[in-house]
């Protein structure tokens, strides 16, 4: 048996979130398999709550120098991942984006779906492109789809990153498309067995259940590759019974570990990654981070979800969801106030704790 306690330090040991770790950005991101970037902000805020001495230009050289990139891959979600690593995880990946294209079936009638990866390619290719001037030059093709299908269709069939400034600290841009391999200067891997990646999703949030690495990556039946892996794991029971796959040597921290207060982006794969989300978000909070559409950024204290919080004209808002002591109020203000000295060196922000959320 393993407890929520010790499952929450195991994770954000492996996540960085325990103590701040020395790795690269580049090291980082490999190592974390890529991070959330819906938007262009959270895997700056991402890094900066788990690495000593990140600096937002780093992860913006990394991207300008075609070393990282922004890509849909895991979950249908748009990552930050490196080179390699976007070259490999797109592929694994690939049967869930042409599942995908079944919810749109309808504005695809009449379309061949071959043909139209094979001019959307040459299209973005020739030039980057914003979705609405591919969807355009489909739309042309043809005239009797539906439009945002076309462009779904072209997201689904092809490795499309989103080309730089976009995604780059303090500057960034309109969303243009082309193919990874034309950005990246070399092909594809081919889509790899899934055993690497198992391991690699363990490393960096195991325990874990087959159904929870199913979560993260968006795909299907991959019990029959957690059972090929069984004889070079371990494995341990949730507090529910279920079954938690793990490597021999990977970090099991004591759950009495202290585990200082987080600023997390909104979308964090912390949050994101595991089917059962207990060990982070008490069940009492499920929700909290989210009001219709729009996602909150998350305050951990004591490895668990906390809070949530934002950046107004002149202060960082913290609302919490308990009540928490002086000192921890003191501690979760420190955090906030040496994240925003990366993050927005030389701004003047007040720390206040109030409502982010209202009705």
Known sequence: MIGTRALNRATLDRQLLLRRSPLSAGAALAHLLGLQAQNVKPPYYALAARLDGFAPEELSRLMADREAVRIVTLRSTIHT??????????????????????NFRAGLAGVDLDRLAALARELVEAEPRTMRQL??????????????SLAVAARCKLPLVQVTPRGLWGRSGQ??????????????????????????????????????????????????????????????????GTELFDLPDAPRPDPDTPAPPRF?????????????????????????????????????????????????????????????????CAEVAE??????????????????????VRP
């Not at 694994?92 to 995908?100: F, G, I, T």
């Not at 029959?224 to 341990?236: A, K």
């Not at 909290?288 to 998350?298: E, F, K, L, S």
């Not at 955090?335 to 982010?356: K, S, T």
């Open 335 to 356: 955090e906030g106030e040496r994240m925003l000295a990366v993050l927005h060196p030389g701004a003047a922000y007040d720390i206040r704790f109030g409502a982010v």
């Open 135 to 148: 969807r355009e030059a489909l739309l042309a093709e043809w005239p009797d789809a539906d439009p945002p």
């Open 175 to 240: 969303v243009a498309l082309t193919t990874a391999e034309h950005w990246l200067g070399r092909s594809a891997e081919p889509a790899p067995a899934p055993d690497a990646t198992v391991l690699r999703y363990l490393a960096a949030f195991g325990p874990a259940s087959v159904k929870d690495m199913q979560t993260w990556a968006g795909l299907t039946r991959l019990r029959d590759v957690f059972e090929r892996l069984r004889p070079r794991l371990v494995t341990f029971r949730a507090p529910d």
């Open 264 to 328: 997390l982006p909104e979308f964090d794969n912390l949050l994101l990654s595991h089917a059962d989300r207990t060990r982070v978000v008490p069940p009492e909070y499920w929700g909290r981070t989210w009001q219709g559409n729009q996602a909150h950024r998350a305050l951990l204290v004591d490895g668990f979800l906390a809070g949530v919080w934002k950046l107004a004209e002149d202060a960082m808002v913290i609302e919490v969801f308990g009540g928490l002591t002086r000192d921890r």
């Open 81 to 102: 991942h490196t080179a390699d690593d976007c070259l490999t995880l797109r592929p694994l990946v690939q049967p869930a984006r042409d599942r995908e294209l079944t």
